[in-house]
């Protein structure tokens, strides 16, 4: 079946835009997660959403960053204002979320490179 | 620091040799989970273990867990070229809300052929 998809695959833009990655999530899969990936560098948490309970935006690492995930399904991370430490690779990820068993699809991820 | 931590960040070794990674972590867990990834993109899930279970194997894979040491490792037999790639762990923290993993730093292997 299919698994996550992002969109668009690579984005430049120049700083002080605004930028909006999407996600589509498996289907079915209650939780998503936005991370953040720098070159070299582990995962960072941004973002987590369950079902229809208010998402966990502790992750969030300024008030440009917001996410929304509507009907459960499709989510947007939009990144305001753009500056070059934005620059990195977004990835989201979906999962059941089921007794006990998380683990997380991940999607290709989405490349930003702020200018 | 974060909860996942992997040891050593970097390993390079020679086709047909085995690999050995450690990981970290601080607080009590659900389950620790290990991915991998290619070519910094998407990671791909290998193995969970659960919080009451000591080892597990899969494929040329094997996963052992020490919870009162608070440390899992990941084992690869008789590596091959394909499995160039960064290994990250990732733990499920015992805790009230959701079912958020926290990952580490990872390792990245090189097998050379």
């Known amino acids: 079946g299919a698994g996550v998809s992002q969109s668009p695959s690579n984005k430049v833009t120049e700083k002080g835009k605004d930028v909006e990655l999407r996600c589509d999530p498996i289907?079915?899969?209650?939780?998503l997660y936005w991370y953040r990936q720098s070159l070299g560098q582990g995962l960072e948490f941004l973002i987590y959403?369950?079902?229809?309970?208010?998402?966990?935006k502790s992750g969030l690492p300024s008030d440009r960053f917001s996410a929304e995930r509507t009907g459960g399904s499709v989510s947007t991370l939009t990144i305001q204002r753009t500056q070059q430490e934005d620059s990195a690779v977004y990835l989201c990820?979906?999962?059941?979320?089921?007794?006990?068993?998380?683990?997380?699809?991940f999607g290709p991820g989405t490349r930003l490179t702020v200018l | 620091s974060q909860q996942g931590e992997e040891d050593p960040q970097a390993l390079s070794i020679q086709e047909g040799e085995n690999a050995t990674m450690n990981c970290s972590y601080k607080?009590?867990?659900?389950?620790l989970q290990w991915y991998r990834q290619n070519s910094g993109r998407g990671l791909v899930h290998l193995i969970l273990?659960?919080?009451?279970?000591r080892e597990k194997h899969s494929g040329r894979l094997r996963v052992t867990l020490d919870t009162s040491k608070k440390s899992s490792s990941l084992l690869i037999t008789a590596s091959r070229a394909a499995d160039t790639a960064s290994y990250f762990c990732?733990?499920?923290?015992?805790?009230?809300?959701?079912?958020?993993?926290?990952f580490g730093g990872g390792t990245r292997v090189l097998v050379k052929p």
């Open positions: 990820a979906s999962s059941f979320n089921r007794g006990g068993y998380n683990e997380q699809f």
């Open positions: 289907s079915g899969h209650t939780a």
């Open positions: 959403f369950q079902g229809n309970s208010a998402p966990d």
């Open positions: 607080t009590s867990i659900n389950n």
């Open positions: 273990i659960r919080s009451n279970e």
């Open positions: 990732a733990t499920d923290a015992i805790k009230a809300a959701g079912n958020k993993l926290t």
